[in-house]
């Protein structure tokens, strides 16, 4: 392909290559580098713990102790120990077992679609740190805030200072950025690979006779695949960049050869581990996303996505940041058309994991296109393109005072939006586990005469033992529905379930609980609680002296 040369290659063909050394780091800047990073620290810190843990959360604590919980008798590792019955044997999976190794970690992982990497962090930081909401969410605060100095320090090279750091100000404040940095999950890890890998490339233009850079390319990219299966679109996108949109592939066609296959390689050890039970196993766990349009259709819903992250459009006039925001990243784009490398760049980083996403759906017949999760790999080059068409703009009236207004503005704006996000005043967490917890905590007495049947495969079992502090009822017996279905669990379910008058049935979505305890004589005795997308059914039975003598 016939490209242009921009100067950073240039540079990069000096007679004489320079070298790394860390003054490049450190510059008149640095002080905005630490208050950058400070801000970015706080607005994740704040109510960190005020808002309750997910689901999502929730696995990772069960899966990082090393705690399998959920089998079936027809899999090959069943064992009845395995199934908690009571709300304090699900306690115990999120508690950090201190014998437990990596090995049992990836023993959970190996029938899941989760790859190790965060995992196996979160494994030594839950044994150090311990597992209340701080503690697990703290890692994704330390992820979240790198990655807000790695955009900086991508733009600055790129682009210049100011869109260096306004880029990084908008990844340390948009609400999107605020979310998932206080959530226990991979994602803002994969971010911060996918920036740094992104980072590394630019860095082999600046030095191309440097192995440094390939070798930050290789550490990034090898982390990237191991924490999340999305990486593999995020990397085509720089093997797009590296072999065919710029020259560097074709200077050093060894090194860059050497540096693909080295990240290959360091993927078999896992690929010969968990690969055929991945397979046998990911049906049923992925089998949550394909009921998730049901709230709008994909386009509206792949809409609403992009403009959570480059706009607050739920704000009185947020229609006006969505038009400025959509209105900024086209005039970025134009305002790059001569400077073809960098926008290709940008917009590859943006395009292949949106087309990977969408293949992986057309692949398993699913529907995570519209995640927002999914899409955070894309937001540094997102606003990348935003403050270059902020920069155009404050070009035109060839005043400083322009930038100043902009970066005080952003400033302003995002800090009130981070920190509202923190509160949960805006976009908050979908699930009520506390709230759930304490209704159950005061509704119910007598573990003789009561029994709670959940859901599994959603966690929502360890929520309710992780909120659950009444000691009288975390003795009640608890089971997940999956565990009552499977046939070798007929009897044992029988034994627990006949003998008590209440059952409280709690799920989200459809269930075949209900129908299920109706057969077998309970009726339902009020109207459901809903917390968040769980409800709560009470069942109750009113022949129970002849069922107690029937079961004897």
């Known amino acids: 392909m016939d490209v242009p040369k921009v100067n950073v290659i240039e540079r990069g063909k000096a007679s004489s290559a320079p070298s790394i050394n860390i003054s490049y780091f450190v510059n008149e800047r640095f002080l905005i580098i630490v208050v950058l990073v400070l801000a970015s620290v706080f607005v994740r810190l704040y109510d960190l713990d005020k808002q309750g843990l997910e689901c999502d959360e929730m696995y990772t604590i069960s899966a990082a102790n090393g705690q399998h919980y959920v089998y079936f008798n027809s899999q090959s590792q069943f064992r009845s120990a395995n199934f908690p019955t009571t709300i304090e044997e699900y306690d115990r999976l999120l508690t950090p077992q201190f014998h437990s190794s990596v090995s049992d970690v990836t023993g959970v992982l190996r029938r899941n679609v989760q790859m190790p990497l965060y995992f196996y962090v979160m494994h030594y930081w839950l044994k150090w740190a311990g597992t209340s909401e ?293 976009r908050p967490k979908p699930d009520l586990h506390r709230d759930l917890a304490q209704f159950l905590q005061d509704h119910l007495e007598d573990p003789n005469n009561e029994f709670i049947m959940t859901e599994g495969l959603n966690s929502i079992p360890l929520a309710i033992a992780y909120y659950s502090r009444g000691a009288a009822q975390r003795q009640i017996n608890m089971v997940s529905l999956n565990w009552a279905i499977d046939p070798a669990n007929k009897r044992e379910l029988r034994a627990i379930m006949l003998p008590r008058k209440d059952v409280w049935l709690v799920i989200s979505g459809r269930s075949k609980g209900g129908s299920m305890l109706k057969n077998t004589g309970y009726q339902l005795y009020e109207d459901p609680q809903r917390f968040g997308h769980v409800s709560v059914f009470h069942y109750r039975r009113s022949d129970l002296s002849q069922t107690q003598a029937d079961a004897k």
């Open 134 to 426: 701080w503690a697990a969410r703290f890692p994704s605060v330390v992820f979240g805030t790198l990655a807000v100095l790695i955009t900086f320090l991508l733009g600055k090279e790129m682009f210049g200072a100011f869109i260096g750091f306004v880029s990084a100000l908008l990844m340390s404040m948009m609400p999107e950025q605020i979310y998932f940095s206080q959530q226990a999950r991979t994602y803002p890890l994969l971010v911060l690979i996918m920036v740094t890998a992104t980072y590394s490339v630019i860095l082999s233009q600046k030095f191309p006779d440097s192995v440094k850079p390939r070798l930050l390319f290789f550490a990034a990219s090898a982390c990237g695949f191991y924490s999340h299966y999305l990486y593999l679109f995020c990397i085509a996108a720089h093997a797009l960049y590296i072999w065919i949109i710029s020259p560097l592939g074709k200077r050093h066609p060894r090194a860059w050869i050497l540096t693909f296959v080295s990240i290959a390689a360091a993927l078999v050890p896992w690929a010969l581990l968990v690969s055929l039970d991945q397979q046998r196993t990911s049906s049923d766990i992925i089998g949550w996303a394909h009921d998730d349009l049901i709230f709008g259709s994909l386009r509206g819903r792949v809409i609403s996505n992009i403009l959570g992250i480059v706009s607050v459009p739920e704000i009185p006039f947020g229609w006006l940041t969505a038009v400025l925001a959509y209105g900024l990243v086209l005039l970025g784009a134009v305002s790059l058309r001569s400077d073809r490398l960098k926008l290709w760049l940008l917009c590859s980083s943006i395009a292949l994991p949106i087309a990977g996403i969408l293949a992986m759906d057309i692949a398993l017949d699913t529907h995570s296109v519209i995640m927002v999760r999914y899409w955070l790999v894309i937001t540094p080059a997102l606003y990348m393109l935003m403050v270059c068409g902020i920069d155009w703009i404050t070009k035109l009236g060839r005043r400083p005072i322009w930038r100043v207004a902009v970066i005080l503005t952003l400033t302003a704006f995002g800090g009130w939006a981070a920190i509202n996000t923190a509160r949960g005043e805006l």
